[in-house]
């Protein structure tokens, strides 16, 4: 499995953070040239790698962390998405008028055709995101949903390779909608640091 994070904003290189803690190559793009990002991505650790979007997205599993708006941009940036999981670690906030009433992972799974699309790594602001998550005996919980079930289960795997405890919640509108903003309020989970024991 090849990883790559879109956006290297604050929750990007919380993302990158947590890969690199277990020594997992990620590759890390943004806007800016990877020339641009590869000193802060260097240090990071040595898995983390800077590279240009279209290259970056040659991995099979991308995080999207790039601010909502610019959810478009990314999905026009290769001709099919068949065949990719995208996890959405980005939020809406307040949720804009276009999304008419759709979990904004669900809009933003019509731009990525083709793709498995699971809402994961969203609740947590980029500070706790950045922290090892494994404390005390227990394992900081992150939230994953999707319209595929099938979608969930390999990104459980990665959450846990990663030192996460992850927690299924669902199809998007149904669990989902405790991680999704809804106008101005937030989800019921969002922002809820919690801890899962070892089992």
């Known amino acids: 499995m090849s990883y790559a994070i879109v956006g ?4 990007g290189q919380a993302l990158a953070h947590a890969f690199a803690r277990k020594n997992i190559e990620v590759a890390v793009a943004s806007r800016r040239p990877p020339e ?12 983390v790698v800077a590279k240009s979007l279209r290259d970056a997205l040659e991995a099979d599993t991308i995080i999207l962390a790039v601010p909502f708006g610019e959810h478009r941009e990314v999905a026009k940036a290769l001709p099919s ?44 602001i980029a500070a706790t995101l950045a922290t090892d998550p494994v404390v005390e005996g227990g394992h ?12 969930i289960a390999p990104v459980a795997a990665l959450a846990k390779q990663l030192g996460f405890a992850p927690v299924k919640l669902g199809k998007l509108s149904e669990g989902g909608a405790l991680v999704h903003a809804r106008g101005r309020t937030w989800g019921q989970l969002i922002f809820q640091d919690l801890f899962k024991k070892e089992q």
């Open 8 to 11: 290297f904003g604050a929750i």
């Open 81 to 124: 998405w068949k065949g990719k999981m995208v996890i959405d670690a980005m939020n809406a906030f307040p949720v804009p008028e276009e999304l008419d009433g759709l979990p904004s992972s669900a809009f933003v799974a019509k731009a990525f055709t083709g793709a498995k699309l699971v809402k994961g790594f969203n609740h947590l």
């Open 36 to 47: 641009a990002l590869a000193p802060q991505a260097r240090a990071i650790g040595p898995t």
């Open 140 to 151: 900081r919980v992150v939230f994953l949903s999707s319209d595929d079930e099938d979608a």
